[in-house]
């Protein structure tokens, strides 16, 4: 594989249910994020990792967890998913977090809807 | 507060020249960023500018002023294959990104 993958490309799931978004990078980036996209709305932070091990809160954590135990992986977890969270997820990585030329790569994206 | 601004949609002919605006607030700043995205696709990089002026990649170019929280992205001899939503992001104090809710250009032929 070559940069970012994301799986499910789209899933229908029924409110209250557990669903986790994964995502797969072979860039040997440090930085991770996960974004939601809604129509109207530019893209909104979830959660973010500086480096594997560490992860911290975006614009729009609630609801969603993740974890960062290598490099490679950063899966976004709903615990109960809601209406609310139907939108297209993109997970993104750079080189490194807190630099000025730090680029963003996108994964395909995720389309979710809660039922 | 932070906040940032672009045209909801723009239309362009085939072969002219267009040209999309960012402006922004923040309170601390460290570069803007212009993304293309076409439909049901990832957002691709197109260009960064930190300091003010002009930079030119091919028949895409963008300008920032810091002063006037003010970039443009301009977009030269378009093809159709140019119709696409272009997001301007900027990278805030705490090195996160920053994004508009992006620019539709449609291009007629």
């Known amino acids: 594989i070559a940069g970012i993958t994301q799986a499910p490309t789209s899933q229908i799931l029924a409110a209250g249910r557990r669903m986790t978004l994964r995502c797969t990078q072979d860039?040997?980036?440090?930085?991770m994020y996960w974004y939601r996209q809604d129509l109207g709305l530019g893209l909104r932070l979830i959660h973010y990792?500086?480096?594997?091990?560490?992860?911290g809160k975006g614009e729009v954590p609630d609801g969603y967890s993740v974890s960062r135990a290598n490099t490679d992986d950063f899966p976004l977890t709903l615990a109960s998913a809601v209406p609310s969270q139907t939108s297209v997820y993109f997970c993104a990585s750079s080189d490194s977090a807190g630099s000025s030329t730090d680029t963003q790569y996108f994964g395909p994206g995720t389309r979710l809807t809660v039922l | 507060g932070q906040n940032i601004d672009q045209p909801t949609e723009m239309t362009a002919t085939e072969g002219a020249i267009v040209q999309i605006n960012c402006t922004y607030q923040t309170s601390g700043f460290n570069g803007l960023f212009w993304y293309q995205q076409h439909a049901g696709e990832a957002p691709t990089f197109l260009s960064y500018?930190?300091l003010d002026g002009l930079e030119e990649k091919g028949r895409f170019s963008s300008f920032l002023s810091r002063s006037k929280g003010y970039s443009y992205l301009l977009l030269k001899e378009l093809q159709m294959k140019d119709s696409a939503s272009y997001l301007c992001a900027f990278l805030g104090g705490n090195y996160q990104l920053i994004w508009g809710a992006g620019t539709k250009l449609i291009i007629k032929p």
């Open positions: 990792s500086n480096t594997a091990g560490t992860t």
């Open positions: 500018n930190v």
């Open positions: 860039m040997r980036h440090n930085a």
